[in-house]
């Protein structure tokens, strides 16, 4: 059964990097499937934030492109979201997720992890 | 980008009850149309995906219809579990936005 696992600190200072991990556990991400991000808060409700490939091809939602990059790490099963230049709008629960590309649907999500933009 | 609504944004229900959520896009998707549940302190779980497919798991007293931007999704027979938030989201083309949300609560 495939599980999901998202890490990163918690408390981010505005105009930083927040960098979020998600471990998959019970699938290899080589063997295929995209891989996204997905954030919530409750000002903008469920917002997608980009998905990646297992090889590393990736595609992000063009309101947040400029400042999202993801990165994948089959070795360690993992991959990475790094949002550059925060503020507190950028303050959500944040979910990653396993991506079906046939349908684009999000099949498998991790638990979320709050992170906060505060000074 | 195409746009998601949902109605009613909350609703009060009874168990046993029939219950029918409204998802609308802002311009056709076909059928690419995706139903998520979630309870709260939790990750959305799928329910249904291409508008009427019911995910691996899921109760049969789910449904899904509906083509091109209008779109339901219907719980036949209102369960304690079932009392939760429903999402929809377009899975037609980036970005894959998500409507607002509808609560389903206890009467």
């Known amino acids: 059964q495939v599980q999901l696992q998202e890490s990163g600190p918690g ?5 930083e990097t927040l960098s ?5 556990s019970g699938y290899a991400m080589s063997s295929g499937y995209y891989w996204g991000w997905i954030r919530q808060s409750p000002e903008k409700g469920l917002e997608w934030i980009g998905s990646i490939y297992h090889s590393g091809g990736s595609y992000y939602n063009p309101s947040l492109e400029s400042r999202v990059s993801l990165s994948v790490d089959t070795s360690k099963n993992q991959f990475s979201l790094k949002l550059r230049s925060v503020t507190a709008a950028d303050t959500a629960v944040y979910y990653c997720a396993r991506h079906w590309p046939n349908r684009s649907r999000f099949d498998t999500w991790g638990q979320g992890t709050l992170a906060t933009v505060s000074s | 980008d195409i ?11 009874s168990l046993g009850d029939r219950v029918t959520i409204t998802c609308r896009a802002s311009q056709s998707i076909t059928d690419y149309l995706n139903w998520y549940q979630q309870k709260p302190g939790k990750a959305p779980n799928l329910l249904i995906h291409s508008a009427s497919t019911l995910q691996s798991g899921v109760p049969s007293r789910f449904s899904g219809s509906g083509s ?12 304690p579990e079932d009392f939760a938030v429903y999402y929809c989201q377009q899975s037609d083309r980036t970005p894959f936005n998500f409507g607002p949300g509808t609560r389903v609560d206890i009467k």
């Open chain 1, 11 to 15: 408390l981010v200072k505005p105009s």
């Open chain 2, 68 to 79: 091109g931007t209008d779109f339901n999704l219907t719980i036949s027979s209102l369960q």
């Open chain 1, 20 to 24: 979020l991990s998600c471990a998959v």
């Open chain 2, 3 to 13: 746009q998601m609504t949902q109605s009613p944004s909350s609703l009060s229900a």
